[in-house]
Nanobody
Framework: QMLLVESGGGLVQAGGSLRLSCLATGRAINYYNMGWFRQAPGKELELVALIRYIDDGTVYGDVTQGRFTISRDNAKNTVDLQMSNLKPEDTALYLC???????????????WGQGIQVTVSS
């Protein structure tokens, strides 16, 4: 069983930056594709970013608009999301996910963290 715990969220002003981190325990992330998704109140879960285990290839959701960067550190068993130039519409619960399939669909990821809140004030 893999447990995922997110950290680094909080309140930030528009235009600011935050770095989210996801720590995995129970299993090494070396052979898992990792991702960040987010869900705003009243909205569906949406893709933020993915990183592939085999070559560190990345995929970003349209919501990032080139402002976010996903990275992984297999030695530390962590996956980070650096977010810059944040906007009020980035306000959401951000969730870390892990799975064997490299997919943009959330249902393909069996392991999820509890999520961490990011609030961007205008």
């Amino acid at each position: 069983q893999m447990l995922l715990v997110e950290s680094g969220g909080g309140l930030v002003q528009a235009g600011g930056s935050l770095r989210l981190s996801c720590l995995a325990t129970g299993r090494a992330i070396n052979y898992y594709n990792m991702g960040w998704f987010r869900q705003a109140p009243g909205k569906e879960l949406e893709l933020v970013a993915l990183i592939r285990y085999i070559d560190d290839g990345t995929v970003y959701g349209d919501v990032t608009q080139g402002r976010f960067t996903i990275s992984r550190d297999n030695a530390k068993n962590t996956v980070d999301l650096q977010m810059s130039n944040l906007k009020p519409e980035d306000t959401a619960l951000y969730l870390c996910a892990a799975g064997s399939q490299f997919s943009t669909k959330a249902e393909h990821y069996p392991y999820w963290g509890q999520g961490i809140q990011v609030t961007v004030s205008s």
